[in-house]
C-alpha cells in the first residue's frame, strides 16, 4: 500500500514562506495525478493545489499566485511553495493522490500531515 510522508511545516509569521514536501512510497509516483490538501479546525477539508503527472497544474482561487506546486519523480516527492502566507492558511496539510487533477476525490490513505501555523 502506497503511504504519503509530508514534512516542512511549521510557525511562521504572516508574510513569510514554507515549502512542504510529501514523498511516496511504493515505485509508480511517476504515474500518479497528486493534490495537497489542507484541514483547518471546525472546517472541512478542501484541495488547495495539485499536479498531473505530466506536471500540468490547478489552484483554488485563494492560494493563487501565492502558492506553486511542483514534483520531483526521481525523488517520489511532490512540493508546495507558499509564500506570502497569511493567518488563514493556518492548517494541517496532507498529500494524496487523485483520479485527475480537476476532481476532489482522494484515492489512497491519509498520511499524518505536516502543521502549518502562520500568526498575524
Known amino acids: 500500500q502506497v503511504q504519503f510522508v509530508e514534512s516542512g511545516g511549521g510557525l511562521v509569521q504572516a508574510g513569510g514562506s514554507l515549502r512542504l514536501s510529501c514523498v511516496a512510497s511504493g515505485n509508480s509516483f511517476s504515474l500518479y495525478h497528486m493534490g495537497w490538501y489542507r484541514q483547518a479546525p471546525g472546517k472541512q477539508r478542501e484541495k488547495v493545489a495539485a499536479?498531473?503527472?505530466?506536471?500540468?497544474?490547478n489552484y483554488t482561487d485563494s492560494v493563487k499566485g501565492r502558492f506553486t506546486i511542483s514534483r520531483n519523480n526521481a525523488k517520489k516527492t511532490m512540493y508546495l511553495q507558499m509564500n506570502t502566507l497569511k493567518p488563514e492558511d493556518t492548517a494541517l496539510y496532507c498529500c494524496?493522490?487523485?483520479?485527475?487533477?480537476?476532481?476532489?476525490?482522494?484515492?489512497?490513505?491519509w498520511g499524518r500531515g505536516t502543521q502549518v501555523t502562520v500568526s498575524s
Open positions: 499536479i498531473s503527472s505530466g506536471g500540468t497544474t
Open positions: 494524496n493522490s487523485l483520479p485527475t487533477i480537476y476532481r476532489d476525490f482522494p484515492l489512497l490513505p
